[in-house]
């Protein structure tokens, strides 16, 4: 899937400057779901990712693995980035669909945010592991 591999590598190699060409890789009116965020079009995908570079030190992503098949792929990912000069990590994937042109069409991240993000942050770490804890089976 060469369209895939030429997305995972913009997305490797992505910071401020590469972002402009992003309407190489989705399609004007794509779905992009994560965690936060569940919008639609170029412009709101490209402001998400804006936003990201305004709230993050070093962001990067190191893709893990891909597989594609169809229309469809899925990759794994690390995220990467310092908050405050405090360096964090978040595991996840991502299941792509793409047009015929070989654009995103839709984008859907998975990851935990309780365990991969707020557990890992200051004052609300101690809770969220707590809770967790709440709801952690006690038999195996």
């Known amino acids: 899937m060469q369209h895939l591999d030429r997305l995972l590598d913009w997305y490797g190699a992505l910071d401020r400057s590469s972002l ?8 004007p009116e794509a779905l992009f779901k994560d965690p936060f965020n569940d919008i639609k079009g170029l412009r709101s995908i490209r402001a998400i990712f804006a936003h990201m570079f305004e709230t993050t030190e070093d962001p990067r992503f190191v893709i893990l693995e891909r597989m594609g098949q169809g229309e469809q792929a899925f990759a794994t990912w690390r995220f990467e980035f310092r908050l405050k000069g405090r360096f964090y990590t978040v595991l996840g994937a991502t299941h792509f669909r793409f047009d015929a042109a070989g654009l995103v069409t839709e984008h859907r991240d998975y990851w935990d945010a309780a365990e991969e993000l707020w557990q890992k942050l200051p004052v609300i770490g101690g809770p969220v592991k707590w809770l967790r804890g709440k709801f952690r089976a006690t038999t195996y």
């Open 20 to 27: 402009e060409r992003i309407g190489e890789f989705y399609s």
